[in-house]
């Protein structure tokens, strides 16, 4: 079956980095897009970046461009989502999620459980 496991998060300084690992399994990972998301205690839920798996394409919202890189590495199963300069804002649970489209453009089926990231002095 179709697993994503989130790993990496943690507490940091504000300006700090984190790295975060969505590490896939029950699929053949070149097949989907990954997309990261967040969620902050009584905010909705926001897209944060994607991959493409067609051509390798990335997206970012505009409140982490410049500051957040998502890249993958197929070979170990693996989408990673570094993030430096971090700012309390960035305060959230964090997920992965599948894309089937291959072109970060359609559904999010599969979601992993999620890895609390606090921002805080």
């Known amino acids: 079956q179709v697993q994503l496991v989130e790993s990496g998060g943690g507490l940091v300084q504000p300006g700090g980095s984190l790295r975060l690992s969505c590490a896939a399994s029950g699929f053949t990972l070149h097949y989907y897009a990954i997309g990261w998301f967040r969620q902050a205690p009584g905010k909705e839920r926001e897209g944060v970046s994607c991959?493409?798996?067609?051509?390798?394409?990335?997206y970012y919202a505009d409140s982490v461009k410049g500051r957040f890189t998502i890249f993958r590495d197929n070979a170990k199963y693996t989408v990673y989502l570094q993030m430096n300069s971090l700012k309390p804002e960035d305060t959230a649970v964090y997920y992965c999620?599948?894309?089937?489209?291959?072109?970060?453009?359609?559904?999010?089926?599969?979601w992993g459980q999620g890895t609390q990231v606090t921002v805080s002095s």
């Open positions: 991959i493409s798996s067609s051509d390798g394409s990335t």
């Open positions: 999620a599948t894309e089937d489209s291959r072109l970060c453009a359609g559904v999010y089926d599969y």
